[in-house]
């Protein structure tokens, strides 16, 4: 019986984590050709992600973008 508690607060711990990690936000920007800051605003959740591992692309130029927590 204590396992089977054990195992459902574990899965509910990492449930929770996943999750929280999901609907975090952050202010979002990339660095254009001459070194400047173009800033993206606040992305959350699945865009969030999908920027920071892919980056940003404009015009056939595909630029790294940086996330910070606000």
């Known amino acids: 019986m204590k396992k089977q508690v054990l195992f ?5 711990v990492t449930w929770t984590a ?3 990690k999901k609907n975090q936000c ?3 920007h990339y660095d ?12 959350c959740g ?3 992600e999908t920027l920071e ?3 940003y692309n404009l ?5 790294v ?3 910070h927590e606000h």
């Open 26 to 28: 952050r202010e979002c």
């Open 18 to 20: 996943v999750s929280c």
């Open 8 to 12: 459902v607060g574990l899965a509910l």
């Open 65 to 67: 973008v940086h996330c």
């Open 59 to 63: 015009d056939g130029t595909n630029y």
């Open 53 to 55: 591992a892919y980056g």
């Open 46 to 48: 699945d865009e969030l």
């Open 32 to 43: 254009d050709a001459t070194g400047a800051e173009v800033e993206l605003g606040e992305k």
